[in-house]
C-alpha cells in the first residue's frame, strides 16, 4: 500500500430526490490499496458506490479522484476525467448483452482510444486469461453461469486498465468456492496490476481475504460508524452494531444432539 | 358438554381452577379447544386460571394463536390468568408483564395546504423536468450529429433501421392491404347505387393513403417497436449495462436514444409509401373481383385522384409520428425502475402514450394542413 491519497472523499452528503441517505461522509483511499465499504443492508454502501463512480448527485460536500473534484451540480469534464480511470465491476456483472463477452472488452477500447484492432484483440485475449476465461471470448453473456459472468465483467472492467477498480458486492450470491476465486482475481489484479480496488460488500470472508482497510457504514447514523483495519474492525467491543456484523450469532442457540 | 380430551381441569377455593393441557395444541384441535374453553369461562365462571402446559408435545402458531386468544377473553373478563411450563416459542407471545413493542409510528404530520400543494407540485415537476431534460440531451445528440455526421452510430442506426423498417414491411403491406379491400366494400353500395363503380378508387385514395395508411401505420409501429425500445432500454437499465455505459463515458442519448429516434423516424415515411401502395393495391384487386373494373381504369382513377400533397404530407406526417414513438419509447424505457415488472409497465405505456400522441399529431397536421390550403 503506497502512501498516495488517490481518492477523498470530504463532508459528502448523498441521497435520491431531496432525501440524505447519507451525511457528513469523509475518508481516503491511499494507492494500492483494497478499501473496503461495508455495511447491513439499507446502509447507503450502493449510495456511496454510485456517487464514487459519478452516477449519483452529490448534494453537499465533494468527492476528489486521482485530482478531479466532482462536488454539487457536477463538472461533466471533470467527471469525464475520472471515469476515463476507473474501471467498475457492477453485481449483475453488467455485460452488454448483445455482444460477446470479448466483445465486450473490445469495445471500450475501440470507443476510447485509438489502439488497432489487432492490438485490442491481444488486450482482450490477456483479460480473459487474466480472469481464466481463454475460451470464452465468443461467448454470449447468457451462456455463462454466475461465476463466470462476474469474472468476464472483472475482466471488462479492467479492459481499460484503469487506476482504480470499483467493485459493487463482487461475491455476493455466489457458492463459497467461486467466491474465493473472485477473491484471489482482486488481490492478482491489485498485486499485479497495480490498482486500487474500492469493494462495496457486506460478505465477511471477502473482506477478511482481500480488504486492507474499512469504513462501516450504519443506516440510522447515515454516516460511518467505523473504520480502519478489519482487524481493528473486528475487535471493536464498544459498538454492538459492528460486533453484530462481524460475530452472527444467535444468542443461546441450542444445538441438536 | 364434554371438554376435549387434552384439557383437564381441578377446581380449587375462591373460584380458582387449573387448566392442564397435553399432547398437542395444534391447528387440529384448535377450533374445539376454543369452544371448550368458552365453555369453561362461562361454566365456571372462575376468578383465576392457571393454564399447566408441562404436558405438551408440540404446539403450532395456531395453538400459540389459541392461548393468546384466551388471554385476551379472560382479561376482557377481570380473570387473572397465568401460564405455567409455556413451550419456549409461546413464551415470545405470551409473556405476561411484558411490554409490548414499542409500535412504528405510520402517522405522516398534517401538512399545511401549500406544503401538499408544494409537494404535489414537486411530484409532477420530477417527470416533466426528465422530460425536458431528456429532449435537450437528444436535442443537443442531434445537433452534434447535424454538424459531424460521422459522430452517428451508423452501424446501430442501420440495425435499427432493419428492425423497425424492413422487419415490418410485410406486416404493413397486409394490414393495408387488407384496409384498401374493406374500403371498396364499404364504398360499393354508395357508388354502385349511382353506377359509378369506378369512385371507388378515389374513395380508397382520399381514405386509405390520405387518412388511414399514415396513423394505422404509426399505431402499428408504435405497437411494435416504441415497445421495443422501452423495454430494451428498461432492460438494459436493470441489468446495469446503462450504467456501465455511463461510467464508460458514453453519452447515453447519443448511443442509446438517436439512432433509435432516427431510425424510426426515417423508417416510417418509408413505410407509409409501402401501407399507400398496398392500400391501393388491396383496392385494386377487390375492384377487380367484386366489381370487375378494369385494372387499367382503376389505376388510371388513382392517378387523377392521388395529389402530390397527399404523397408530402404523409411523408411529413410520417416523419413526425416516428420521432414521436421513437422519443416516446426511449423516454419511457429509461425512466424504467429496478424492477422486472417495471419494464412491462414501461413498454405498455410507451404504446399508449405513443399512439394518444400520435393521434393528437394527426389532429393537430390536420388543422395545419387545412389551414395553409394543402
Known sequence: MGDREIIRVEDLTVGY??????????????????????????????????????????????IIISGEEIGPGGDEESLSRIRRQIGVLFQSGALLDWLSVGENLAFPLRESTDLPEEIIQQVVQLKLELVRLEGCADK?????????TRRAGLAAGMARDPRILFCDEPTFGLDPNTAMEIDELLVEMRDHLNVTI??????????????????????????????????????????SRVQTFFQRRIPNRRTRE | MELESIIQISRFPEGKIALFFRGELNRERSARLWTDLLY?????????????????????????????????????????????????????????????QEAVSTDVPALSWISRLGRWGRAGAGP??????????????????????????????????????????????VLNAMTGLIVVFQGISLV?????????ADMV??????????????????????????????????????????????????????????AVAVATPMLIMLADASGILGGMITSKVVLDIPMPSYIAEVQSALEPKTIYTGLIRGAAFGIIIGLTGCFQG?????????????????????????????????VLFNAFGW
Not at chain 1, 39 to 55: D, E, P, Q, V, Y
Not at chain 2, 238 to 258: H, K, W
Not at chain 2, 342 to 366: E, H, M, P, Q, Y
Open chain 1, 17 to 62: 430526490g431531496g432525501t440524505s441517505i447519507l451525511e457528513g461522509v469523509s475518508f481516503s483511499v491511499y494507492e494500492g490499496e483494497i478499501f473496503a465499504i461495508l455495511g447491513s443492508s439499507g446502509c447507503g454502501k450502493s449510495t456511496l458506490f454510485h456517487a464514487l463512480i459519478g452516477l449519483l448527485p452529490i448534494q453537499k460536500g465533494r
Open chain 1, 140 to 148: 454470449k453473456p447468457a451462456e455463462l453461469s454466475g461465476g463466470m
Open chain 1, 198 to 239: 474500492g469493494v462495496v460488500t457486506h460478505v465477511v470472508p471477502t473482506l477478511e481475504n482481500i480488504a486492507t482497510r474499512c469504513i462501516m457504514l450504519d443506516k440510522q447514523a447515515k454516516g460511518i460508524i467505523a473504520s480502519g483495519d478489519l482487524e481493528d474492525l473486528k475487535n471493536e467491543t464498544s459498538d
Open chain 2, 40 to 100: 369453561l369461562l362461562q361454566r365456571e365462571a372462575p376468578s383465576e386460571i392457571v393454564c399447566d402446559l408441562q404436558a405438551v408435545e408440540r404446539v403450532d402458531t395456531a395453538g400459540i394463536a389459541l392461548l393468546r386468544g384466551f388471554k385476551q377473553r379472560c382479561d376482557e373478563q377481570g380473570i387473572d390468568l397465568g401460564f405455567v411450563h409455556l413451550p419456549e416459542i409461546a413464551q415470545r407471545f405470551l409473556q405476561q408483564g411484558q411490554p409490548a
Open chain 2, 128 to 173: 416533466a423536468m426528465d422530460l425536458v431534460r431528456f429532449l435537450g440531451e437528444v436535442a443537443a445528440a442531434g445537433i452534434k450529429v447535424v454538424r459531424h455526421p460521422k459522430d452517428l452510430r451508423s452501424a446501430e442506426f442501420l440495425q435499427h433501421l432493419q428492425e423497425v423498417g424492413v422487419n415490418a414491411v410485410l406486416l404493413i403491406c
Open chain 2, 192 to 200: 354502385s347505387d349511382f353506377g359509378a363503380d369506378i369512385y371507388v
Open chain 2, 205 to 262: 385514395v382520399r381514405s386509405v393513403a390520405g387518412q388511414m395508411a399514415p396513423v394505422l401505420t404509426a399505431i402499428i409501429i408504435a405497437g411494435r417497436s416504441g415497445a421495443a425500445f422501452a423495454a430494451n432500454i428498461g432492460t438494459m437499465k436493470i441489468r446495469q449495462e446503462i450504467d456501465i455505459l455511463s461510467v464508460l463515458n458514453f453519452n447515453i442519448p447519443a448511443f442509446l436514444v438517436l439512432p433509435r429516434v432516427l
Open chain 2, 334 to 366: 429509461l425512466r424504467t425502475e429496478n424492477s422486472a415488472d417495471s419494464v412491462g409497465v414501461r413498454a405498455t405505456r410507451a404504446t399508449v402514450i405513443s399512439i394518444i400522441l400520435v393521434i393528437l399529431a394527426d389532429t393537430i397536421f390536420a
